[in-house]
């Protein structure tokens, strides 16, 4: 990252590091503010170096657990606008030093007449898999961006995976699809990749037919500038490949070694997820029971972190298998969002188990994922919030 030398200047009275220093471990809401006292301090608080130094700061802090809705409510059944806009239910959440939640909840607004599923969080952006469109969004600018469609698929056809390459430090979003029409088992599906930059004229990249049958129920994770998905236990003739990896920036697929307890196991009962930037499965145990797996990448092997057994834990399990949002605090507690609940586990037990306020409403189930406020830009237009308590 680069770009300070133009910084320089913004004020002689002050030493610029000490500016830097200052403004880069504020919250975003004030910089954004900030951004528009003068010209140098945009110029600043835009700048990519600045950006990534903040980034850096903010995931020293808490992690965030961002939640949204799957379905979506035309406005005229929240509010008195005859607008055909629709809202987006929202909520970010926190757990404090005491074991307690505090709650952040919002509604995001917008013209599309589309329906939106989280795919998974990068760096403070979001993206979500339309029925049609394809659309990032960064709750703490309020800068989203819809993609151009690019080549036809039906979205339950579609695969998502969103990431940072770390060679350029570009955003990538990655899309397996299907273009045929048919629903015959021996059609493969296709790859291509939209690169998030300035340029609004930016389209999709085709990178071919991918080598490997990807699970349709398989939700991708990113870790360290790659993009993980299950391998279709079904249609994959290759039994021995259950993970398979693309590498942003070589924009290769390849798969990766699993822990053996996995090789016969459904898809349906693990989940793959980051932490201690790391690559994780989650494996559903009999009796309720979550075990987890990380992967260590120097030596390519496997290590069991966690197994975990909780009462409550029938009751956030779907049938489908876990899709949980993980995080761990500084002082080595790990938290487990589920759908009714927060688990926090530590020293081999669950030490608390928190109810979820508003998990599951009238909006409908929710997806959550662990998050991190960030200022990096989408390169595309603001939405309007409505806060909700």
């Given at each position: 990252?680069?770009?300070?030398?133009?910084?320089?200047?913004?004020?002689?009275?002050?030493?610029?590091?000490?500016?830097?220093?200052?403004?880069?471990?504020?919250?975003?809401?004030?910089?954004?503010?900030?951004?528009?006292?003068?010209?140098?301090?945009?110029?600043?608080?835009?700048?990519?170096?600045?950006?990534?130094?903040?980034?850096?700061?903010?995931?020293?802090?808490?992690?965030?657990?961002?939640?949204?809705?799957?379905?979506?409510?035309?406005?005229?059944?929240?509010?008195?606008?005859?607008?055909?806009?629709?809202?987006?239910?929202?909520?970010?959440?926190?757990?404090?030093?005491?074991?307690?939640?505090?709650?952040?909840?919002?509604?995001?607004?917008?013209?599309?007449?589309?329906?939106?599923?989280?795919?998974?969080?990068?760096?403070?952006?979001?993206?979500?898999?339309?029925?049609?469109?394809?659309?990032?969004?960064?709750?703490?600018?309020?800068?989203?961006?819809?993609?151009?469609?690019?080549?036809?698929?039906?979205?339950?056809?579609?695969?998502?995976?969103?990431?940072?390459?770390?060679?350029?430090?570009?955003?990538?979003?990655?899309?397996?699809?299907?273009?045929?029409?048919?629903?015959?088992?021996?059609?493969?599906?296709?790859?291509?990749?939209?690169?998030?930059?300035?340029?609004?004229?930016?389209?999709?990249?085709?990178?071919?037919?991918?080598?490997?049958?990807?699970?349709?129920?398989?939700?991708?994770?990113?870790?360290?500038?790659?993009?993980?998905?299950?391998?279709?236990?079904?249609?994959?003739?290759?039994?021995?490949?259950?993970?398979?990896?693309?590498?942003?920036?070589?924009?290769?697929?390849?798969?990766?070694?699993?822990?053996?307890?996995?090789?016969?196991?459904?898809?349906?009962?693990?989940?793959?997820?980051t932490l201690r930037e790391c690559l994780c499965?989650?494996?559903?145990?009999?009796?309720?029971?979550?075990?987890?797996?990380?992967?260590?990448?120097?030596?390519?092997?496997?290590?069991?972190?966690?197994?975990?057994?909780?009462?409550?834990?029938?009751?956030?399990?779907?049938?489908?298998?876990?899709?949980?949002a993980f995080a761990e605090h500084k002082d080595?507690?790990?938290?487990?969002?589920?759908?009714?609940?927060?688990?926090?586990?530590?020293?081999?037990?669950?030490?608390?188990?928190?109810?979820?306020?508003?998990?599951?409403?009238?909006?409908?189930?929710?997806?959550?994922?662990?998050?991190?406020?960030?200022?990096?830009?989408?390169?595309?237009?603001?939405?309007?919030?409505?806060?909700?308590?």
């Open positions: 990252m680069c770009g300070t030398n133009r910084l320089r200047g913004i004020d002689h009275r002050v030493p610029h590091d000490l500016i830097v220093n200052i403004l880069e471990k504020l919250p975003i809401k004030s910089l954004v503010r900030f951004k528009y006292v003068s010209k140098q301090w945009f110029e600043l608080i835009t700048d990519t170096y600045f950006i990534y130094r903040h980034l850096l700061n903010q995931t020293k802090k808490h992690r965030l657990f961002f939640s949204v809705r799957f379905s979506l409510i035309p406005l005229p059944a929240l509010c008195s606008w005859n607008s055909p806009r629709r809202c987006l239910p929202m909520e970010s959440m926190v757990v404090n030093r005491d074991s307690t939640l505090s709650y952040s909840h919002t509604r995001m607004f917008y013209h599309f007449e589309d329906y939106y599923d989280m795919v998974n969080s990068c760096d403070g952006i979001l993206c979500f898999n339309g029925r049609g469109d394809i659309c990032v969004y960064n709750p703490a600018t309020k800068e989203y961006r819809c993609l151009p469609t690019g080549l036809y698929c039906r979205k339950d056809r579609r695969r998502l995976g969103f990431g940072r390459d770390l060679v350029t430090d570009r955003y990538k979003i990655v899309k397996l699809f299907n273009p045929s029409l048919s629903t015959a088992e021996e059609d493969v599906d296709s790859c291509a990749v939209f690169t998030l930059d300035p340029n609004p004229k930016a389209c999709w990249k085709t990178i071919g037919v991918v080598p490997y049958r990807i699970s349709a129920y398989s939700h991708s994770t990113y870790v360290n500038g790659a993009i993980y998905w299950f391998t279709d236990e079904i249609r994959h003739l290759n039994k021995s490949e259950v993970i398979i990896m693309f590498d942003l920036h070589t924009e290769k697929f390849e798969p990766i070694p699993h822990p053996n307890r996995c090789s016969d196991e459904r898809r349906s009962n693990m989940q793959l997820v499965l989650v494996h559903q145990e009999p009796d309720y029971q979550l075990s987890i797996w990380m992967m260590q990448q120097q030596k390519i092997t496997w290590e069991k972190l966690y197994c975990i057994q909780h009462p409550d834990l029938q009751n956030d399990l779907r049938p489908g298998g876990p899709r949980f080595g507690t790990l938290l487990v969002c589920t759908r009714f609940h927060v688990y926090l586990y530590k020293q081999n037990d669950v030490i608390r188990c928190v109810p979820r306020k508003y998990a599951e409403d009238r909006y409908g189930p929710c997806v959550t994922t662990s998050f991190t406020e960030s200022l990096v830009p989408v390169y595309g237009k603001t939405l309007r919030h409505q806060n909700t308590g």
